[in-house]
């Protein structure tokens, strides 16, 4: 297991990091946001978003699980699980997840069973007002180019 940890000084530099991050990904891609409510996890997508074109404002699909972003290229797929909380809801979400298009995840421990073993973790943890702690995650080693290029090498 790979990590890469820094800290955002801002939401502005955490979506920086977001932008950097996006533009390393690629098609069918599975990125988790992992951290407490506020930590951040939907400023990073919004960063992956502008820096992609997509001008207006993002917000958490909180209230429909799924938003789909055609408009932007790679395809975005933000899904926020929070509301299904185990549920175990079969609403045909596995066509997004490595589908064709770059996915990103906040709360993936609610539909842990669809969740595949390539993926990134981006863990957020609150630390003050404006900083945050972020770590990015390779846990079963599919992304050690993506570290290295954080880490400068
Ligand atoms: N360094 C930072 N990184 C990300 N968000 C930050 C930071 N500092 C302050 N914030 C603020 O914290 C809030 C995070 O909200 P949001 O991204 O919706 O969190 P989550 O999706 O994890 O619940 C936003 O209001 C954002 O402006
Ligand atoms: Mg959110």
Not at 54 to 62: A, E, G, I, L, Q
Request: aromatic content about 10%; overall charge negative.
């Amino acid at each position: 297991m790979l990590k890469y940890k820094t800290i955002s000084k801002s939401a502005d530099e955490t979506r920086q990091i977001a932008a950097k991050l996006i533009r390393l990904l690629d098609v069918g891609d599975v990125v988790l946001l992992t951290g407490d409510l506020g930590a951040g996890k939907t400023t990073f997508v919004s960063g992956a978003l502008n820096e992609l074109g997509y001008k207006d404002h993002v917000v958490s699909p909180t209230f429909n699980i799924l938003k789909c972003y055609f408009e932007v290229n790679p395809n975005i797929y933000h899904i926020d699980a929070y509301r299904l909380e185990d549920q175990n809801i079969d609403i045909g979400l596995e066509e997004y997840i490595e589908g064709n298009g770059i996915c990103f995840i906040e709360w993936p421990k609610f539909i842990e069973p669809l969740i595949p073993m390539r993926h990134l973790e981006i863990s957020l943890k609150r630390i003050g007002d404006n900083e945050r702690e972020i770590v990015l995650i390779d846990q079963n080693d599919f992304y050690k180019d993506i570290i290295k290029s954080f880490e400068g090498k």
